[in-house]
């Protein structure tokens, strides 16, 4: 089902999105991650590219095909996925962070595959705190700062912690989820948002995220226009 763009409010722009989950290698063989599935960020690279904006999707291991139009870069890691989002970042209008982006990653990844050891029952793992690509993004100098939008998928108090991860990051704006909800978040296919900015507050209606990813690029547009409406 093909539906024609309704308006091309992001006609000339160049919007930035990451997407997926990133993984962080323990040896060879191993690594840790999340079950994101990169959905959310894929709709929300197709909507804005049927809004007339050129896309790039800056994205981890998911299965998901590449929306037409849009420009896609693997990454794997979090440092990965932070160097693409810098590299040419001065050319980006809007950046958009739907990346579940793996909070720490192993303090030393062993060179060769960790073997089990007999009579130890357990082992443990050291981690190090992973760089916050939006926070990095948004603190750039203006003239290379882009309109800088994060999430936050939380499962008590969203809007409180959306407004903290806000006010922390310095963004133009949060799409909050509650990821505590049946049926809607990290591996749905429908979602329910809360738009959180400085100065306003709007909650969308749960909805299929393609359906959503339209709804919310418009606001956005509207926002990164007009930082008053
Ligand atoms: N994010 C990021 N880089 C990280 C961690 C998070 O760019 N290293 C981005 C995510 O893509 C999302 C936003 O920050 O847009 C919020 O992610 P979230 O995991 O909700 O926030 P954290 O700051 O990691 O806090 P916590 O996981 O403790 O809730
Ligand atoms: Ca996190």
Redesign the pocket.
Known sequence: HHRRPTSQSLQGKTVWI?AGP?REALDPVRFISNHSSGKMGFALAQAASEAGAQVRLICGPVSLPTPVGVERVNVES?EQ??SA?LDGIQHCDIF????????YRAAEVAEHKIKKQSGKDSLALSLI?????????AALTPDLRPFT??????TRDVIE?AQD?LA??K?DM??ANDVSAEGIGFNSDDNAVTLVRPHHVLTLPRASKHELARKLIEHLAAAYYDPAT
């Open positions: 990451t990133t979090a996925m932070l989002s958009i962070a739907a990346a579940a982006v793996a909070d705190k992973n760089p916050d690509i939006v926070a990095t993004v939008v994060g999430f936050a998928a939380e912690y991860k922390r990051k963004l949060i799409i």
